[in-house]
């Protein structure tokens, strides 16, 4: 079992920055996919970035390509997302992922394990 507690959320206004952090723990995970999604009101959840947590390559959504930035720490066992120029369109649900368990990185089905999701709430 692996467990993700996101952290970071909040109301910011537009143009600002966040930086959402996931903790992790449990089994060892050091050879997982971790990734970023968001779930906007009303709408499916989409992919933002994943990482490969033992070789720290990434992959980003084209639209978060530029603005947001995933990293992860091992002394901390932590994943994060820095998201800068927020807009009210980036409003939603955050989540962390891990454990990728079929090709595709960008559907959230492929992932075996979830947090609990942090809200992040841009005004403009």
């Known amino acids: 079992q692996v467990q993700l507690v996101e952290s970071g959320g909040g109301l910011v206004q537009a143009g600002g920055s966040l930086r959402l952090s996931c903790a992790v723990s449990g089994r060892s995970f050091s050879t997982m996919i971790m990734a970023w999604f968001r779930q906007p009101p009303g709408k499916e959840r989409e992919f933002l970035a994943a990482?490969?947590?033992?070789?720290?390559?990434?992959y980003y959504e084209s639209s978060a390509k530029g603005r947001f930035t995933i990293a992860r720490d091992n002394t901390k066992s932590a994943v994060y997302l820095q998201m800068n120029s927020l807009n009210p369109e980036d409003t939603a649900v955050y989540y962390c992922?891990?454990?990728?368990?079929?090709?595709?990185?960008?559907?959230?089905?492929?992932?075996?394990?979830w947090g609990q999701g942090t809200q992040v709430t841009v005004s403009s």
């Open positions: 990482i490969n947590w033992s070789v720290g390559k990434t």
């Open positions: 992922a891990a454990d990728l368990q079929g090709l595709s990185p960008i559907t959230p089905t492929n992932y075996k394990y």
